[in-house]
């Protein structure tokens, strides 16, 4: 069951405990079970629902879906794939996460679970922003 974030309120998401430990700056209590706060807009990042909390500050790398506008954020961390990267990639004309990876060089690692905050694979997220992007470079 998940519960809701304590700065905004918005629904959160369970994430392993492995991932929050991976990403931390600072050392964390080891059974504690954290979710995820989905807002976009929202500083707070992994909260456990007795009271602990962990800000944007409190991380190594940027999520993804809150820095929307950021170039410099990773968007696939396993590979890893920044915004921009993938935004020069999708310009030259790739449209699948194949032909992004093949243009820009970038190897997937597979870590996803200790590297992207959400413990999940990039794929959908990769997916979706090659997606968008390629509405903004409409193919000849
Ligand atoms: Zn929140």
Sequence with gaps: ?????????????RVPLET???LATRPLEA????????????DL???????ARLFKSDLKVKVWFKE?????CPVCY?????????????SRGAQT???????????RTGFCRTENPTGM???RALEQEIARLSAAYPSP
Excluded at 31 to 42: D, F, K, T
Excluded at 97 to 107: K, P, S, W
């Design 31 to 42: 059974e504690a079970s954290y979710e995820l706060c989905l807002n976009p807009s929202c």
């Design 20 to 22: 929050v430990q991976a």
């Design 121 to 123: 694979c990039c794929h």
């Design 78 to 90: 396993c590979s890893p794939l920044t915004r921009r990267q993938i935004r020069s990639a999708v």
């Design 1 to 13: 069951m998940s519960h809701a974030c304590p700065e905004c309120g918005f629904k959160g998401k």
């Design 45 to 51: 990042v992994y909260f456990k629902p007795e009271g």
């Design 68 to 72: 929307p506008d950021d170039p410099d």
């Design 97 to 107: 996460i194949e032909e992004v990876r093949q243009l820009t060089g970038a190897l």
